[in-house]
C-alpha cells in the first residue's frame, strides 16, 4: 500500500471567481432561481467572469442546463443558431440601429464599458431527454421576446476576384464565392 503525503502537493489560492464551478447553476441566478424545475432566465454580467457557455445533462436529476455567461447579443444567436463563437464580427451586418449595441469594435469607445452595458447571462434548463434543434429553438424564442430583434443568418455571394476588362473598360469579376453572414434589426412591433 501506498501512502502519499500531503507535504508533497502544493496547493495554490485561487480567487472566488475561478472556483465557479461551470456545471452548477450562475450562482446570480441562484440568488432569484424561479420555484419551476424548468425555466429560462436572463441576468446582467457577472462582473470576474470569462465568457463562456456550457451545456450539462444530468439522465438522473432530468436536467438539461445551458449556461451563457457574460455573452453579447450576437454570441447568444450565434449559440442559437449552432455557429462557432469565432464567426467574424465583419461579417454581422446591423440595420435600422446602433452597431455599438450588440457589436463592440473601435467606434464604440472603451471596451470595458461596453462590456458593463452589453454583456448578459443566460441559463435555460430542459428535461434531460430535449434534442438540440428543441432547445436551439427555445433559446431563439426567449432572445426574441427579450430583445426583439430579428436575426437572420443568410449566405451571400462575394467577389473573389477581378480583373480589368479592357474591351468594356472596366473591372470585371472572374469567381465568386459564398460566406454566411448574420443580419441583425430590430422586430417591428404590431400595436
Not at 424548468?38 to 438522473?60: G, I, K, M, N
Not at 467574424?88 to 461596453?114: A, K, L, T
Not at 473573389?160 to 473598360?169: K, L, T
Request: negative net charge; charged residues 25%.
Amino acid at each position: 500500500m501506498k501512502t502519499l503525503l500531503l507535504e508533497r502537493f502544493k496547493t495554490r489560492q485561487t480567487k472566488e471567481f475561478q472556483c465557479h464551478n461551470r456545471e452548477q447553476p450562475l450562482k446570480s441566478i441562484l440568488k432569484i432561481k424561479p420555484k419551476e424545475r424548468y425555466y429560462s432566465q436572463f441576468t446582467p454580467l457577472l462582473a470576474d467572469l470569462d465568457s463562456y457557455s456550457c451545456v450539462v445533462r444530468d439522465e438522473q436529476a432530468d436536467v438539461l442546463r445551458i449556461s451563457l455567461v457574460n455573452m453579447a447579443i450576437y454570441e447568444f444567436y450565434l449559440f442559437a443558431f449552432g455557429l462557432s463563437g469565432t464567426f467574424p464580427v465583419s461579417r454581422i451586418f446591423v440595420y435600422n440601429c446602433d452597431r455599438c449595441n450588440y457589436v463592440h469594435d473601435h467606434d464604440c469607445g472603451d471596451h470595458e464599458i461596453w462590456k458593463e452595458n452589453h454583456l448578459y447571462c443566460y441559463e435555460l434548463t430542459l428535461p434531460a431527454a430535449t434534442e438540440r434543434e428543441e432547445y436551439q429553438q427555445k433559446i431563439l424564442n426567449d432572445l426574441h421576446n427579450k430583445f426583439h430583434l430579428e436575426v437572420r443568418i443568410e449566405k451571400e455571394q462575394v467577389v473573389s476576384d477581378v480583373y480589368f476588362n479592357e474591351i468594356m473598360g472596366c473591372p470585371a469579376a472572374t469567381s465568386w464565392h459564398e460566406q454566411t453572414v448574420m443580419t441583425i434589426k430590430p422586430r417591428i412591433m404590431m400595436s
